[in-house]
């Protein structure tokens, strides 16, 4: 499978089985159960639910030993995956029991990209700050400094800036200053949009700050009750959109694999990558999304290799792209 990029990925939502189990013998009081942190293969949920999921799994993941060792983890997994350049994301969380602060634990997550990189491991790893969007315009301004602060002093490790979270929590309108804050101080965004209906309004207004690439954008196009005027945004920018078959399906936001959106920004030529979002919670790797994406659509080898190929260009390190091009084989 050719697949060299992964642009689309939680670090909390990425935790794979082995890593959960180590995390629930740190901690055997919580009475966590695999089934607690996953969504295995057939099965549905709410993304209600799925939210959750990932309370879950803060829980289990609440010090700087168990970021270092979930983000070393997430890293290696990806690598063996076969992918080459990989863009983590993730929400800084202060621990009031364990003393973890949030410039702790994005300095912990650049040192398990700096540890995996020393060690070896083939892939070349950059970081967004994520924004949950439930905790408002205040947080989310002092996130956008912390992202700013670490952009400049890890030497270009840290990329850019995630808004996510709960869709149905919030308006964007509150977070639009910190976003605009983000993009004018050099930060790449990339934005969950229209992860659900009835975010039209609020996709229409962050879509003109724009972001550099959308995350999901499941509801942005008319035949699914956006508009036509979110579509020509998107294509006047020409925004890439991180595409999440697995996440969508699971989490209900979409009815079938088959009904996915790839298809319609796909026929349009318009950039589209393929991601995971959240391997772990939805069992998933990207192999298995792209094989996903060919079996249900009918894409040939060729059409996958350009896919992949084309993914290159939505990447946040610019400066990257030759050197992930050129041990780009095909298998
Ligand atoms: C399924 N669709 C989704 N939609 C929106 N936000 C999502 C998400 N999947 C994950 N997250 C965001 O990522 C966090 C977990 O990773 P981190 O603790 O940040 O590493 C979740 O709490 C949520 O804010
Ligand atoms: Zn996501």
New binding site residues.
């Given amino acids: 499978m050719h697949k060299v990029d992964e642009l689309h990925a939680?670090?909390?939502?990425s935790v794979s089985f082995s890593t959960i189990k180590k995390l629930v013998a740190r901690k055997p009081h919580l009475n966590i159960e695999h089934g607690m942190t996953a969504i295995r293969s057939g099965q549905r949920r709410t993304?209600d639910e799925?939210?959750q999921v990932?309370k879950v799994i803060?829980q289990l993941v609440d010090t700087e030993e168990d970021i270092l060792m979930v983000a070393k983890d997430v890293i290696r997994e990806f690598a063996a995956d076969g992918v080459k350049y990989l863009e983590l994301?993730?929400?800084p969380?202060k621990e009031k029991t364990t003393g973890m602060t949030k410039r702790r634990y994005v300095e912990t997550v650049i040192e398990a990209i700096r540890q995996c990189k020393n060690e070896g491991v083939d892939i070349e790893v950059r970081f967004l700050v994520?924004v949950?969007r439930r905790n408002g315009a205040e947080v989310a301004m002092e996130t956008v400094k912390l992202a700013e602060d670490f952009m400049l002093s890890t030497d270009g490790l840290v990329v850019g800036l995630d808004l996510?979270?709960?869709?149905t929590v919030g308006h964007g309108r509150d977070l639009l200053p910190a976003l605009q804050k983000a993009k004018n101080c050099g930060l790449k965004l990339s934005l969950?949009l229209s992860?659900v209906p009835s975010q039209a309004d609020e996709s229409e207004l962050l879509l003109n700050i724009p972001p550099d690439r959308i995350g999901h954008g499941t509801y942005l196009h008319p035949e699914v009750g956006g508009s036509q005027s979110l579509v020509d945004t998107v294509r006047k920018h020409n925004t890439p959109l991180e595409l999440c078959l697995t996440?969508n399906v699971k989490?209900q936001t979409v009815s079938s694999y088959s009904q996915h959106h790839f298809l319609y920004w796909y026929q349009m030529g318009h950039p589209s990558v393929i991601c995971t979002?959240?391997k772990g919670v939805f069992c998933t790797d990207l192999s298995q999304e792209y094989q996903l994406a060919a079996s249900t659509f009918n894409l040939s080898q060729e059409d996958m290799w350009t896919l992949s190929q084309k993914a290159i260009d939505c990447t946040f390190a610019p400066d990257l792209k030759r050197q992930v091009r050129f041990p780009f084989t095909e298998d």
């Fill in positions: 939680h670090l909390n939502g993304l799925c939210f990932f803060h994301r993730s929400t969380r994520a949950d996510s979270g709960d869709p969950h992860e996440s989490g979002d959240d």
